[in-house]
Structures are given as C-alpha cells and as structure tokens.
Nanobody, 122 residues
C-alpha cells in the first residue's frame, strides 16, 4: 500500500528556514519521481518542486527557485524540501505526491500525503 507522510512544518519567522520530509512506504522511492505541492488559504494548489527518479533532474516553481532545494535519501525512502529565505507568501499546507512515474510532471498525481502546515509570520 502506497503511503506518503509529510512532516517538518511549523511556525517560522520571515527569512527563516524549514526542512520538510516526505516519508514514503509501499514502493521503492528510487524508481519514481516525487512532487511537492502547496495550497495557501483561499488559493489554488500549486506545484512547488519535483525530483525525478534515481536522483535525476529537479524542477522548481519560479516563486521558489533559488530558495528551495529538493533532495532524496533512498536509504531512508524519504524526500526532503529544504526551504530557505521564507516569506509570508510561502505560508501554506505542503503536500508530497507521486504518480509512480520515473519522470517529473506537475499533474496526474495518484497518491498524496495529508500535508504539513508551514506558517511564516513575525
């Protein structure tokens, strides 16, 4: 059974950092691309980042490029999202998701975690 569990959210001041984790089970993480999405209050869900299978190409939304870094630890079956220089516009529930495909895409996800809340506020 495929499961994704996010953790690492919380309250952080503007300019601060957080690292989100997405723990995967029920499949071998190394073979598949993993996405991060976010949804801010009153806004549509948006794609944030994606890492391809076997630590391949990585993709970032323009709004987070240069501030966020996606990575994976296949031994731990976990994908991370390191978020630096956070601002209030980054406040959202962050979700990891997968379509169990090797390549990255920002649609067609079949499996989602329940999300972790990131609040950026002074």
């Amino acid at each position: 059974q495929v499961q994704l569990v996010e953790s690492g959210g919380g309250l952080v001041q503007p300019g601060g950092s957080l690292r989100l984790s997405c723990a995967a089970s029920g499949f071998t993480l190394n073979y598949y691309a993993i996405n991060w999405f976010r949804q801010a209050p009153g806004k549509e869900r948006e794609g944030v980042s994606c890492i391809s299978s076997r630590d391949g190409p990585r993709y970032y939304a323009e709004s987070v490029k240069g501030r966020f870094t996606i990575s994976r630890d296949n031994a731990k079956n976990t994908v991370y999202l390191q978020m630096n220089s956070l601002n209030v516009e980054d406040t959202a529930v962050y979700y990891c998701a997968t379509a169990l495909r090797a390549y990255c895409a920002m649609s067609g996800m079949d499996y989602w975690g329940k999300g972790t809340l990131v609040t950026v506020s002074s």
